[in-house]
């Protein structure tokens, strides 16, 4: 059982309903003002393009076509301005009041605003109460939409609470003073106790009947409680079934659109009547054909609504186009007297349409008093019932309560609450839910809960049953213990034979992004091993569309997708806060956070954790930093819980894929803290080495990346902007006052090869450590070597002189000698020791054939034999490192290819013209390897010559260059200037 305790005496203090009445009010304009605060300071910190990125704008849209809706609204339609295009990413959905912005507009201007009505993947319609007068006379003006501070809800919610203050006068009087703690409920016998209830459907468990026979019971109030999987939906439906049979009229509601769908797909399978007011968040028939809009035009009154709107619609076109001031009056004249008309007519048919039907249903906000049920006398429901009331905030759900005198509340507190945008408003009780606070004070006298759960497999189930539900949750028989490999063409692997994964990244080196604190957060090292994970499952023959990937944190959202939405369209990639009320037959979570301090931050919301894990049927990935998650007690006890039940890896064991992974993927809009620099003696740790060998590989990736602007081969005479973040990195240490820096282990064959020459050039020690994917390059100074600032430079000119050459020449083996000398004379565990091999550096070839005769030069007799054993040795491995680079010379240059090169190919799968490289056949052509667009300038230089044309130079003087943008400044503003007093005419 719950441990839920009825109110005490004390906790009633202060809760009267005027008390709540005026603390809801002072806590929803917090509220409200945080939000408009929220919404100002983005407009004005962040530009189009990024208000775009965050899902708050949508540009570049054309007014396509606009009609008149319900209650005489104008309905406008805007689409991209490139036909046929679909919207771009967004936040927008039904009911956002959004503003209209001309997009030439620097100031950003609202012409008007509307409210989004619905959205498609290629449009967005909004509906205008006051006509559509600012876009009148459009002539394909470019519009961007902006989000906007959502007063229409506020506005409601406030009424609602000023309705509440007055209902001790109205004949639903019980039911609040039930729900404030002065009465308590009771329960109505049935009318035929000796008969048992008949069930429409017979497959009910025990649990759901039960529940179903409570809440026809009880007078006033009842509670459903239902965890995850616990079919909530299917005893809910069979209540409404049951309440309806008895006559009464059902009010149904929910806080979002897609819980209002739900339930109406499942009761359009019932003979009852239902109406669904608003717009069907899914365009299924079954549910479209439900909807208001849909009703009204099937009846018989449609035929002289249809006439008075295509009249009011054809009066707007004119007015719209017309040059006379006088005809433009005259038609918004007798536009105002047809809306009049059109608004009564459809209030007598919308009113006969709802009083017929036995369910309606709608979201909360849409059960306001200025919606559709206006048109309702206040007493025509006799049971409201409020479905995922744990996910709404509490005076929403009093739109709905305050027209029955009854209701029927049904979620899990257990889950998500609503979500809150000022942190003072929740601290003060504005997220404490009606289920919460009804629970809190008459415990089980109100509430069945349902135990049976048909979703998840008995382990992925049991934590989140002995956490949170006393443990009282049972998986049914056919679900207990099924696993991916069951499912039909899966094959039976380690993967898919496992209901429970972590992949931990504790010391691997997978530190979260620094970002601010104010943005998302993420961490591309998970970001790759979930695409791992998830590519091994598609492999092992599950669908796609049956995997889940979800996240926390909508900038790992994001990266994720970067990498696997291109390749599986049909793979889901959501916020956990986007999934609730879903499952997936496999379920991969991301978890993010991985620092030193240990900083968990909304991870630390219980709920939230709870919905990600119990989404998943068959089998759950976590991958997380177990570390930092066993900072935190909740998040502790499921990774120890998934060690002892499931299966533990180390991300260690993928790094032959991650290997593959050199790409950084990001979103463009992504912004990074600015690195602090470390103090020069400073010592670390060897795991805080290894984040920072992780740190500096995603920086230098990321640099090379937008340098190179492809994946592809480096053509040599990119060389240098390819190698400077290396060199820059390299260079950087030989003016420091550091004796030693470890590079990470994730660096290319090509990128090693880099900072060896890099390293050669500049006389420092280079070696690598480690094994495996653990092996990485070490830098450190000779003893006597001063700053890089003081060294001579390392031009050909001056290295010409015999010391210096000498010096270069040998510097290999004397920095090695030295190495170890210093290495014997005081050990470090962080260094490797005197019998540790290691790799020497990489040089160019025409180095080889300077050293080759200075290695055979006779040694003097005296040198000790060891010494000479060494240098042997050194010899032998040098040699044999440039036969392995003159190898690589015979593969295709082409990334990932080990295809080998043949002499027969030449001109055909031989060197490229432009790079100089090899490639295959396959990869031979310049379009292929990277070379595509040289070959375009050099065909188009060609073409051009052989016309007898020349060749413009292809870089301009800073001083011209300023001049000549000086010159498009004044034109574009002169043409703006132009637009605007033609608008104005």
């Not at 000779?782 to 060294?791: E, G």
């Amino acid at each position: 059982m719950e441990n839920l305790q009825c109110g005490d005496s004390d906790s009633r203090e202060g809760d009267g309903l005027d008390h709540f009445v005026e603390k809801q009010l002072a806590l929803l304009e917090l509220e409200r003002n945080e939000e408009v605060e929220q919404n100002t300071k983005l407009q004005e910190k962040y530009s189009v393009k990024e208000l775009q990125s965050k899902g708050l704008c949508i540009t570049k849209l054309v007014l396509d076509c606009a009609h008149t809706g319900l209650y005489g609204r104008t309905i406008c339609k805007f689409r991209s301005c490139q036909h046929g295009a679909p919207l771009p990413s967004h936040g927008f959905s039904n009911g956002d009041i959004v503003g209209i912005v001309v997009a030439s507009d620097a100031s950003r201007e609202v012409v008007c605003s509307g409210v989004v009505s619905s959205v498609a993947q290629g449009n967005i319609r909004l509906a205008f109460d006051d006509g559509r007068a600012a876009l009148d006379g459009d002539d394909g003006r470019i519009f961007n939409l902006l989000k906007l501070a959502n007063d229409v809800t506020y506005r409601r919610l406030k009424r609602t609470l000023e309705k509440l203050r007055k209902c001790r006068e109205v004949r639903y009087n019980d039911l609040v003073e039930i729900l404030f703690g002065t009465s308590s409920p009771t329960e109505v016998p049935l009318s035929h106790p000796q008969q048992p209830l008949e069930f429409f459907n017979k497959d009910l468990d025990e649990s759901q009947k039960e529940a179903v026979a409570f809440s026809l019971r009880q007078k006033e109030l009842a509670v459903i409680h239902g965890p995850p999987g616990t079919g909530k939906t299917t005893t809910l439906v069979e209540v409404v079934l049951q309440c309806a049979k008895r006559g009464s009229k059902v009010l149904v509601c929910a806080p979002s659109n897609v819980a209002v769908d739900n339930l109406v797909e499942r009761l359009s399978d019932t003979p009852l009547k239902v109406v669904r007011l608003g717009h069907p968040a899914r365009l299924l028939p079954g549910i479209a054909r439900h909807s208001l809009d849909a009703i009204l035009a099937r009846s018989d009154d449609f035929g002289i609504i249809g006439d008075i709107r295509k009249e009011i619609d054809g009066l707007m076109s004119v007015a719209a186009k017309s040059k006379s001031k006088d005809k433009s009056y005259q038609s918004y004249g007798k536009l105002g007297e047809l809306r009049k008309e059109l608004k009564e007519r459809e209030r007598r048919a919308i009113g006969r349409i709802l009083s017929n039907a036995d369910v309606v249903l709608s979201t909360l906000t849409t059960a306001s008093d200025d919606g559709p049920l206006k048109n309702l006398p206040e007493s025509h429901f006799e049971v409201a019932v409020i479905d995922e009331c744990s996910q709404a905030l509490e005076v929403a759900c009093w739109m709905a309560l305050l027209r029955a005198p009854k209701c029927i509340l049904a979620g899990d507190h257990h889950q998500l609450p609503p979500t809150i945008v000022s942190e003072a408003a929740a601290k003060g009780g504005l997220e404490v839910t009606l289920m919460e606070r009804t629970l809190k004070r008459h415990g089980e006298a109100v509430m069945r809960m349902l135990v049976t759960q048909y979703r998840m497999h008995q382990l992925i189930m049991r934590w989140s049953s002995e956490r949170l539900y006393g443990g009282r949750l049972v998986a049914h028989a056919s679900v207990a213990a099924h696993l991916l490999r069951d499912l039909p063409g899966v094959e039976d692997n380690e993967d898919t034979a496992l209901p429970l994964l972590l992949i931990d990244t504790a010391g691997c080196g997978m530190a979260e992004l620094d970002t601010p604190d104010d943005e998302s957060k993420g961490n591309e090292g998970e970001a790759d091993l979930v695409a791992i994970h998830v590519e091994r499952l598609i492999s092992s023959g599950v669908s796609a569309s049956d995997i889940a990937v979800i996240s926390p944190y909508n900038l790992q959202v994001e990266l994720i997708r970067l990498r696997l939405s291109s390749r599986h369209p049909g793979l889901e990639v959501r916020s956990v806060d986007g999934f609730q009320g879903r499952e997936k037959e496999a379920v991969v979570m991301s978890f993010v956070r991985s620092n030193d301090t240990g900083t968990v931050g909304f991870l630390a919301e219980d709920r939230r954790i709870n919905v990600a894990v119990t989404r998943a049927r068959r089998h759950l990935a976590v991958v997380c930093d177990s570390a930092t998650m066993s900072r935190h007690d909740f998040l502790k006890s499921l990774v120890d819980y998934i060690s002892e039940e499931g299966e533990v890896r180390s991300a260690r064991e993928y790094s032959a894929d991650l290997e593959l992974c050199s790409s950084t993927l990001r979103p463009s809009s992504i912004r990074l803290k600015e690195a602090k620099k470390p103090a020069s003696k400073s010592k670390k740790k060897p795991c805080q080495e290894s984040a920072q060998r992780s740190q500096d590989a995603v920086k230098l990736k990321q640099s090379a990346k937008h340098q190179s602007g492809t994946h592809h081969p480096k053509k040599p005479e990119e060389g240098a902007s390819v190698q400077s973040p290396w060199e820059a990195l390299v260079t950087k240490f030989a003016e420091s006052a550091d004796k030693q820096r470890s590079l990470p282990a994730s660096l290319t064959a090509f990128e090693r090869r880099t900072v060896h020459e890099l390293a050669e050039k500049l006389g420092l020690i280079h070696i690598s450590e480690g094994d495996g994917a653990e092996r990485h390059i070490v830098l450190r100074k000779r003893a006597d070597q001063p700053p890089k600032s003081d060294l001579p430079s390392c031009s050909k000119e001056k290295r010409s002189g015999k010391g210096t050459s000498e010096e270069a020449s040998g510097g290999t083996e004397a920095s090695h000698s030295k190495a170890e000398a210093t290495n014997t004379d005081k050990p470090n565990e962080d260094e490797p020791t005197v019998d540790e091999p290691t790799a020497p550096s990489l040089c160019f070839k025409s180095q080889e054939a300077k050293n080759k005769p200075q290695r055979k030069k006779k040694q003097p007799e005296t040198k000790p034999r060891a010494a000479r054993d060494g240098n042997e040795d050194k010899d032998e491995d040098f040699d044999e490192l440039i036969a392995k680079v003159m190898a690589s010379d015979r593969t295709c240059g082409f990334e990932r290819c080990n295809e080998k090169l043949h002499t027969a190919l030449a001109g055909i799968g031989g060197p490229c013209p432009l790079c100089k490289r090899g490639f295959c056949f396959k990869h031979a052509l310049p379009e292929v390897h990277g070379c595509g667009e040289e070959a375009r300038t050099q065909a188009r230089i060609a073409w051009h010559r052989s016309k007898g044309g020349t060749v413009a130079p292809s870089h301009i003087k800073p001083e011209k260059r300023a001049q000549v943008q000086r010159a498009l400044d004044k034109r574009l503003a002169q043409m703006a200037e132009s637009r605007k007093r033609q608008a104005k005419k």
